[in-house]
């Protein structure tokens, strides 16, 4: 790789951690080009050279955020040592992460937000995320019932998709009112009611 061809990465990779960012506290609707150009004291061509356009740094973003998740999410799944309530706290942590900043959320939830108002290909890419994340919490909480971890009070699916609204709903609350209390007491009460009676 040559000098030019690593700073020209290192780049691209600034502009997707700020564009990221952008995207949690401000919404992708915005922020612009010469926002982020300011920010890293660079020229909006250099931002044009990597994504030509808006909805291009918006699908290489949400895929780069697919991609962390989907690696992480399937490493702890595999690992069967784990018990399926420490995957399920392993799972919380980035959530316990943006709760702890004063204004980000997940990616994907604020991107939700404004979803007529995106190109096509990131509205794809948002609703996948939300799919894939609601089968992976089905298939932990399916093992949890076969290994006598959990006791469900509905069909696996429909448990899944609870945990994932309130997740990402307790975030937009905290958000709102800075109350980390709000992503505290969700987790509390999910885990609490996987546990079953005691």
Known sequence: MTTATRQRS????QILDLAETLIQTRGYSAFSYQDIADALGIRKASIHYH???????????IDRYIARFDSALNQIAADQTQ????MLDFYVQPYLLFAGTP?????????????LALPPQIRERVEHFFRTHQAWLTKILQRGVARGEFALQAPPPKVARMMFGALQ????????????????DVIAVIKQQLAGPA
Do not use: H, N, W, Y
């Open 83 to 86: 018990s399926s309530m420490t």
């Open 51 to 61: 994504f030509p356009s808006k909805a291009d740094l918006g699908v290489a973003v």
């Open 10 to 13: 290192e780049t691209a990779e």
């Open 103 to 115: 204004d980000r959320v997940c990616l994907s939830a604020a991107l939700a937000g404004e979803m």
């Open 169 to 184: 709903g307790a975030l937009l609350v905290k958000r709102a009112t800075g109350d980390l209390s709000q992503i505290d």
